[in-house]
């Protein structure tokens, strides 16, 4: 067990449609990274939070948004769906963003979205 | 640009050793993660590499060369749940400290 906890662990929706993901992250930590894999493809980085802040952004589309609340919890959402967007999304965390060693990236179980 | 190269797929045997290397291109090298992650589960962290060497940690070990930009994951007395992919992810100053993977390589023990 990471320390990261996201919910929902499944997510069956229909294409058009609008759901959130969300993400807490393990204690102490103060950045939080969301990530798409589709089915054996690899880790697609989406963005990073830190401290509340959007830290960067990678590949989102811009039907994708996301955002870090004050208590460090996130939450992704996710519009307009296609069938496309089936996938697994993983949020991670680190305490800090430095690219040490301190910023190790402990991941969540993930969130299995179908999109029908 | 940043690019990290690692095989698409290995197999091994029980029992025996592999070795799964992983290559990058990339400014300012901040350090490396080697991550294992389980069909349809989250990825695990297993090492950092900051400066050249070997990391050892049970039956895994990890090897950096940062003068040739390659780094390789050890295996030992590889057991059937060694199975999964192995991901390679390097920080540097010329990706703004972000991670960047590699796709990953496929592991496949056979009895």
């Known amino acids: 067990d990471s320390g990261v906890t996201q919910t929902p662990k499944h997510l069956i929706t229909a294409t058009g449609q609008r759901v959130t993901l969300r993400c807490s992250p393990r204690s102490g930590d103060l950045s939080v990274y969301w990530y798409q894999q589709s089915l054996d493809q690899g880790l697609q980085f989406l963005i990073q939070?830190?401290?509340?802040?959007?830290?960067a952004k990678g590949n989102i589309l811009e039907r994708f948004s996301a955002q870090q609340f004050p208590d460090l919890h996130s939450e992704l959402n996710l519009s307009s769906l296609e069938l496309g967007d089936s996938a697994l999304y993983f949020c991670?965390?680190?305490?800090?963003?430095?690219?040490?060693?301190?910023?190790?990236?402990?991941f969540g179980p993930g969130t299995r979205l179908t999109v029908l | 640009g940043q690019n990290i190269d690692q095989p698409t797929e290995m197999t091994a045997t029980e029992g025996a050793i592999v070795q799964i290397n992983c290559t990058y291109q990339?400014?300012?090298?901040?350090?490396l993660f080697w991550y294992q992650q389980h069909a349809g589960e989250a990825p695990t962290f297993l090492s950092y590499n900051v400066l050249d060497g070997l990391e050892e940690k049970g039956r895994f070990s990890s090897f950096l060369s940062r003068s040739k930009g390659y780094s390789y994951l050890l295996l030992k007395e590889l057991q059937m749940k060694d199975s999964a992919s192995y991901l390679c992810a390097v920080t540097s100053l010329g990706s703004n400290y972000q991670l960047i993977w590699g796709a990953g390589t496929k592991l496949i023990i056979k009895p």
């Open positions: 991670a965390s680190s305490v800090a963003l430095t690219g040490a060693s301190t910023d190790t990236q402990y």
């Open positions: 990339t400014s300012g090298f901040n350090g």
């Open positions: 939070y830190y401290n509340g802040e959007e830290r």
